[in-house]
T-cell receptor
Framework: DAGITQSPRHKVTETGTPVTLRCHQT?????MYWYRQDPGHGLRLIHY???????DKGEVSDGYSVSRSKTEDFLLTLESATSSQTSVYFC????????????FGPGTRLTVL | GQNIDQPTEMTATEGAIVQINCTYQ??????LFWYQQHAGEAPTFLSY????GLEEKGRFSSFLSRSKGYSYLLLKELQMKDSASYLC??????????FGAGTTVTVRA
């Protein structure tokens, strides 16, 4: 399972509140990714990181920010949650180069009321 | 941008063979992946193709034709546990993955 955990696994929050999701890995993977998965859309890339403090935007980055202050943790923050951000969020990791296969964490189900 | 198409649903009988097609139109190509995802779980890696041809892994095989922008995943000797969604993903020249919406395969006894 590439040593990936996500927390929390489930969260219900209200519109306008800030939310932070955490991805933690234990195998020193360099690359880390945040995706959201919605019915009919498949997995869409939000942000990714290619090293400590090195991040870049993905396809659906509006309304999200990320931080990576150490190799093992990649945080996804919704500054002010909206109902359109209700989704399942998956973290993924890849090895020492972007050519490596991505492996996924267990996911976080987020509901914004 | 990326455009990746795969059928929404397929149904097959236990012991049979099913072929899931994936067509893509992308601005760059650096490999094609297939993932399996059971309901409520994370995607798990199945196969990777970067050169044309067939890659075989036990009951699962994956084929790629880069000139046609086409891949398929072949599942043989279907088992009930193969009921899942199958995701086709294309890696671009920046090593980011773009996913199709997934194909839900239902295996019936």
């Amino acid at each position: 399972d590439a040593g990936i955990t996500q927390s929390p696994r489930h969260k219900v929050t209200e519109t306008g509140t800030p939310v932070t999701l955490r991805c933690h890995q234990t195998e020193n993977h360099r690359y880390m990714y945040w995706y959201r998965q919605d019915p009919g859309h498949g997995l869409r890339l939000i942000h990714y990181s290619y090293g400590v403090k090195d991040t870049d935007k993905g396809e659906v980055s509006d309304g999200y920010s990320v931080s990576r202050s150490k190799t093992e943790d990649f945080l996804l923050t919704l500054e002010s949650a909206t109902s359109s951000q209700t989704s399942v969020y998956f973290c993924a990791v890849a090895g020492t180069s972007g050519t490596d296969t991505q492996y996924f964490g267990p996911g976080t189900r987020l509901t914004v009321l | 941008g990326q455009n990746i198409d795969q059928p929404t649903e397929m149904t097959a009988t236990e012991g049979a063979i099913v072929q899931i097609n994936c067509t893509y139109q992308t601005s760059g190509f650096n490999g094609l992946f297939w993932y399996q995802q059971h309901a409520g779980e994370a995607p798990t890696f199945l196969s990777y193709n970067v050169l044309d041809g067939l890659e075989e892994k036990g009951r699962f095989s994956s084929f790629l034709s880069r000139s046609k922008g086409y891949s398929y995943l072949l599942l043989k000797e279907l088992q009930m546990k193969d009921s899942a969604s199958y995701l086709c993903a294309v890696r671009d020249n920046d090593y980011k993955l773009s996913f199709g919406a997934g194909t839900t395969v239902t295996v019936r006894a």
